[in-house]
């Protein structure tokens, strides 16, 4: 009888055992889970704090021409070049708007990277992945285009903090020293100040860096589909 009961107690407790790891089990993935979504739905700014510059709705026309005149024939016309005439075709995009900005020629590198693109200041290069480049997918090719916008707006942003700095004009960059200061701040020294997005991805989005290039890349996109849309 002993016995049985101490099978009894032995059987409940891994029972009990069983249920709180699966409990924690579901959890964790629960956690993931959210996680996932946050990086393919990430949070935007509410109200959106982005009020462009004179100069950033100029830029953004500039580089929309750019892009519809790099690809007459549509973005997706890049189906029929091989991987490096696809990465020539995209540079040559890259240095026509960085010299529109007034930011000159720039080093292009295209590497398989974990997000679209990056900008390297103290290297002033430009990242590109080129794991998407090189997929058969137009709309990821279209997203391409404004992530390289986006991180020459990074440039931008740097031109304008390392203008202060030095103590030269900044005027040309159209923005405001508050604004500049914002995105001084947001840096620190050496990115010290900077969040990652894999650290944590809501800080990141709602950063003054960041807001300011999504800003500016969203509103080439948006000149851009109004060029096509209106066959200019």
Sequence with gaps: MKLIEKAGTMIRGFVKWGAEKIEKTIEWGIEKVDK???????????????VPTEKQKKDAKSAAGNIKKTFPNGIESLEYKTPEQRRETVERLIQNISRDRGLGNIAVEFKSLDCNGEYHPASDTLLINDDL????????WKRL??????????RHQFAAMNAIKNHKPFEQY???????????????????NYIDWTEDIYGYYNQPLEIDARGFAELVEEEYERLINNNI
């Design 36 to 50: 996932i979504k946050t990086f393919f739905n990430p949070p935007k700014p509410q109200p959106d704090p982005f």
């Design 174 to 192: 159209g923005y405001s020293v508050e604004r500049i200061k914002d995105f001084a701040e947001n840096w620190g020294e050496n990115g010290e």
């Design 145 to 154: 285009m404004f992530t390289a916008c986006h991180e020459i707006e990074h």
């Design 133 to 140: 480049l090189q997929c058969e997918d137009p709309n990821i």
